[in-house]
């Protein structure tokens, strides 16, 4: 129909400016069927867009506070002290008399090694001693006589002498014994072995009934911690260390807090009591220990753990949700609401964590501006917004 109406068209007698007045008007009420339904649609888009409603979005102004400046560093915890209990004497391992992993009291007995040959030689070494003495009082007395009998010439100069000597050899014989009998007494004593201190004792490295041979070696029993208090070693950069102390002055904090577990949800108190006197130069870092608490005995020794150091304040710092900040590829941001609530998307330059949830802000956003403080993926940029306070 369409063709054939324009080639209708075309067939006008255009010289005398004449067309069919039927052909005409068939050709206008066709151009005006085809320009209804057009113009219909336009009119319910443009009832559509106006339709659209303006979503609300949650908006707030930063908090200003003061804060402390903290630095975290990776260490790990060590026990005041670690000793190993081991057998110095032979002999046939009697007795364990603890449970594995326990907790022990200083002095309680924690082996038993058997003693009779070390009960023998003590028991030898003090008949030893004894005749010793007796050998030395006799000595003594044989002296004394020559002297008196000296005096009157009945002996010779050399038999007192000689007398003399035996003394001197008597009371030799002595000292040798005593200490005979005092090492026999302590490998006696090596027989029973005890807890140096309090603290918490490991798994036997040797079962009952085993032999010990531990005059030639000695052999590992079992190791004691002592972790009511433990030690957090960590290392800082000496840079880091130089820029504390710019903030501080001549010396820092003492007290730093300890964390641990999933996003540091245990934390506990501690007292820096040791730095390193000089810089690694293999490393260039200070090694620095903090000391803690630990009466129950929860902590382990070997645990990782994070140590959060304050080295300085700020004043009328810029805080906001950390909910509130996006991540991209070219860093961190947050969308900024203008006075006429439309949305600007703006990179910003973060600082530390302050509390569980504060993000310090130290560049893009000032106190007085707002920013959208949750549905990040609702708004973009450029977008007007019904902010909600």
């Given at each position: 129909?369409?063709?054939?109406?324009?080639?209708?068209?075309?067939?006008?007698?255009?010289?005398?400016?004449?067309?069919?007045?039927?052909?005409?008007?068939?050709?206008?009420?066709?151009?005006?069927?085809?320009?209804?339904?057009?113009?219909?649609?336009?009119?319910?888009?443009?009832?559509?867009?106006?339709?659209?409603?303006?979503?609300?979005?949650?908006?707030?102004?930063?908090?200003?506070?003061?804060?402390?400046?903290?630095?975290?560093?990776?260490?790990?915890?060590?026990?005041?002290?670690?000793?190993?209990?081991?057998?110095?004497?032979?002999?046939?391992?009697?007795?364990?008399?603890?449970?594995?992993?326990?907790?022990?009291?200083?002095?309680?007995?924690?082996?038993?090694?058997?003693?009779?040959?070390?009960?023998?030689?003590?028991?030898?070494?003090?008949?030893?001693?004894?005749?010793?003495?007796?050998?030395?009082?006799?000595?003594?007395?044989?002296?004394?006589?020559?002297?008196?009998?000296?005096?009157?010439?009945?002996?010779?100069?050399?038999?007192?002498?000689?007398?003399?000597?035996?003394?001197?050899?008597?009371?030799?014989?002595?000292?040798?014994?005593?200490?005979?009998?005092?090492?026999?007494?302590?490998?006696?004593?090596?027989?029973?072995?005890?807890?140096?201190?309090?603290?918490?004792?490991?798994?036997?490295?040797?079962?009952?009934?085993?032999?010990?041979?531990?005059?030639?070696?000695?052999?590992?029993?079992?190791?004691?911690?002592?972790?009511?208090?433990?030690?957090?070693?960590?290392?800082?950069?000496?840079?880091?260390?130089?820029?504390?102390?710019?903030?501080?002055?001549?010396?820092?904090?003492?007290?730093?807090?300890?964390?641990?577990?999933?996003?540091?949800?245990?934390?506990?108190?501690?007292?820096?009591?040791?730095?390193?006197?000089?810089?690694?130069?293999?490393?260039?870092?200070?090694?620095?220990?903090?000391?803690?608490?630990?009466?129950?005995?929860?902590?382990?020794?070997?645990?990782?753990?994070?140590?959060?150091?304050?080295?300085?304040?700020?004043?009328?710092?810029?805080?906001?949700?950390?909910?509130?900040?996006?991540?991209?590829?070219?860093?961190?941001?947050?969308?900024?609401?203008?006075?006429?609530?439309?949305?600007?998307?703006?990179?910003?330059?973060?600082?530390?964590?302050?509390?569980?949830?504060?993000?310090?802000?130290?560049?893009?956003?000032?106190?007085?501006?707002?920013?959208?403080?949750?549905?990040?993926?609702?708004?973009?940029?450029?977008?007007r917004i019904n902010p909600v306070q």
């Amino acid at each position: 129909f369409k063709q054939k109406t324009a080639y209708e068209i075309y067939q006008c007698d255009w010289s005398s400016d004449v067309c069919s007045s039927d052909l005409y008007m068939k050709n206008q009420m066709y151009i005006a069927l085809l320009a209804l339904p057009l113009l219909a649609g336009c009119g319910n888009k443009k009832e559509t867009s106006h339709a659209m409603p303006v979503p609300e979005i949650s908006v707030a102004r930063p908090s200003v506070q003061n804060i402390t400046l903290t630095k975290n560093y990776p260490g790990y915890l060590t026990s005041e002290k670690t000793v190993d209990l081991v057998g110095r004497v032979s002999g046939t391992l009697q007795t364990i008399a603890y449970a594995p992993g326990s907790r022990v009291r200083q002095g309680q007995v924690l082996f038993q090694i058997e003693p009779t040959v070390y009960q023998d030689n003590v028991r030898q070494a003090e008949a030893a001693l004894n005749t010793a003495r007796a050998n030395l009082e006799y000595a003594q007395s044989n002296y004394a006589r020559m002297q008196e009998a000296a005096k009157t010439d009945a002996v010779s100069q050399i038999q007192v002498l000689q007398s003399k000597s035996d003394v001197a050899t008597s009371l030799a014989a002595v000292s040798n014994a005593e200490a005979a009998l005092n090492t026999a007494r302590t490998n006696l004593s090596y027989c029973t072995v005890r807890a140096p201190f309090n603290g918490t004792i490991s798994r036997n490295l040797a079962d009952a009934g085993s032999y010990i041979n531990g005059s030639v070696q000695p052999v590992t029993l079992a190791t004691v911690y002592k972790d009511d208090h433990l030690y957090s070693y960590f290392n800082v950069a000496d840079n880091q260390w130089l820029a504390m102390l710019l903030q501080q002055g001549d010396s820092i904090p003492k007290q730093v807090n300890v964390s641990l577990g999933k996003d540091g949800i245990l934390n506990y108190p501690a007292q820096l009591d040791y730095l390193s006197p000089n810089v690694d130069l293999n490393t260039g870092t200070l090694n620095i220990r903090a000391r803690l608490d630990n009466p129950k005995g929860i902590l382990k020794s070997g645990l990782y753990v994070s140590i959060t150091l304050p080295y300085g304040k700020q004043k009328n710092a810029i805080l906001i949700p950390d909910a509130s900040i996006g991540t991209d590829q070219l860093g961190k941001y947050v969308y900024v609401v203008n006075d006429s609530d439309i949305v600007h998307y703006r990179h910003i330059e973060t600082g530390q964590l302050i509390g569980d949830s504060l993000r310090q802000i130290k560049q893009g956003l000032s106190p007085q501006e707002r920013y959208v403080t949750k549905a990040l993926m609702k708004v973009r940029n450029g977008m007007r917004i019904n902010p909600v306070q």
